[in-house]
């Protein structure tokens, strides 16, 4: 079993910014194919927010464009989400998601509030 460990969630004001990680806790003797983020509002399924593939190419949900920003750390196991001009409708919880040996593992999620 693969341990993520999330950190960076917090409470901010509308229009502030912040820096999630996710880190995959032990050493990997396989690259990791995909690291990416979503977000899971109460009482509904996962949704998408970004990924970034090892090669580093990048996709978005059409709702973060241009506001957030993956990242690939060079240790090739960390990666962050730089959430900038933050609203209140992007108070959820946030988890971490990695594709490593075929197989997907998912973080604990992180409590991100954005009030008015």
């Known amino acids: 079993q693969v341990q993520l460990i999330e950190s960076g969630g917090g409470s901010v004001q509308a229009g502030g910014s912040l820096n999630l990680s996710c880190e995959v806790a032990?050493?990997?003797?396989?690259?990791?194919?995909?690291m990416g983020w979503y977000r899971q509002p109460p009482g509904k399924e996962r949704e998408f927010i970004a990924n970034?593939?090892?090669?580093?190419?990048?996709n978005y949900a059409a709702s973060v464009k241009g506001r957030f920003t993956i990242s690939l750390l060079i240790n090739k196991r960390t990666t962050t989400l730089q959430m900038n001009s933050l609203k209140p409708e992007n108070t959820v919880v946030y988890y971490c998601?990695?594709?490593?040996?075929?197989?997907?593992?998912w973080g604990q999620g992180t409590q991100v509030t954005v009030s008015s």
């Open positions: 998601k990695v594709l490593l040996n075929d197989d997907y593992y």
């Open positions: 032990e050493r990997i003797f396989h690259p990791i194919s995909i």
């Open positions: 970034i593939i090892s090669a580093g190419s990048t």
